[in-house]
């Protein structure tokens, strides 16, 4: 038995229960299926949950490539994508402009490569200034294209940030931030480690607030 175009199915060990799963941006349909779950099983669950993702993919959010022309939110403002069809691919940026040069294909990973600079430059010294406050030592920062999470922090210290947080407001990022410094001193989410969050951030509630209605739109871009 096949399943509908366009769903795929994966077995998780972790389910404890037949899922389904619409990607907020893009509309794709996931199956899970715990252990001991067949096929037959899941596929039924899929038939019977038909009107449920129709309406989920019918809201998902569309996909925004990195072309010229583009309009990208940055930092609480706007940045347009002009491309200038020079040889050398890369990318600059001019006030509210990020100019590209280079043929069309070049300029996806040209924006990309320019924002994941530019996230750096905003993340590592909030993470230098926030964990000096602490007064705990941190170690490497990484940048990723999560879509589960928005930065992380390892036993030991390691930091990660999405890249996508520059597309964010500033205070979002800051957010973010905060959150992960703090669990250098709290590996939990307890009353002590968001006191942490609390005196490193000035909202952290208003923060999470719109994260948790506004972060899906962050991987439209690109």
């Known amino acids: 038995m096949r399943p509908p175009a366009g769903v795929a199915i994966r077995r998780s060990p972790r389910a404890r229960r037949i899922q389904i799963r619409v990607a907020p941006v ?3 349909v996931e199956l899970v299926l715990p252990p001991g779950a067949t ?3 899941g596929l039924a669950f899929l038939k019977a949950k038909q009107g ?6 019918a809201n998902a959010l569309s996909r925004v490539p990195f072309a010229d022309g583009t309009v990208l939110p940055f930092l609480g403002g706007a940045l347009t994508i002009r491309r200038a069809a020079r040889a050398r691919p890369g990318a600059r940026r001019d006030g509210d402009t990020l100019c590209v040069s280079g043929r069309p294909e070049d300029v996806p990973p040209a924006v990309e490569a320019w924002l994941r600079r530019a996230a750096r430059a905003e993340i590592e010294p909030r993470v230098e200034e926030k964990a000096a406050r602490l007064g705990k030592p941190h170690g490497r920062i990484t940048l990723r294209d999560t879509t589960s999470r928005w930065g992380s922090c390892s036993g030991n210290g390691n930091l990660g940030f999405s890249w996508r947080l520059v597309l964010a407001p ?3 990022l800051d957010y973010v931030v905060a959150h992960e410094v703090a669990h250098l001193a709290e590996h939990n989410h307890g009353k002590r480690f968001w006191a942490h969050v609390g005196r490193l951030c000035e909202d952290a509630e208003g ?3 719109w994260l948790r209605r506004n972060g899906a739109a962050l991987h ?3």
């Open 207 to 209: 923060a999470r607030k």
């Open 52 to 57: 449920w993702i129709a309406e989920r993919t």
């Open 26 to 28: 893009g509309g794709a």
């Open 170 to 172: 500033p205070l979002i």
């Open 220 to 222: 439209r871009y690109g």
């Open 39 to 41: 096929r037959a099983d």
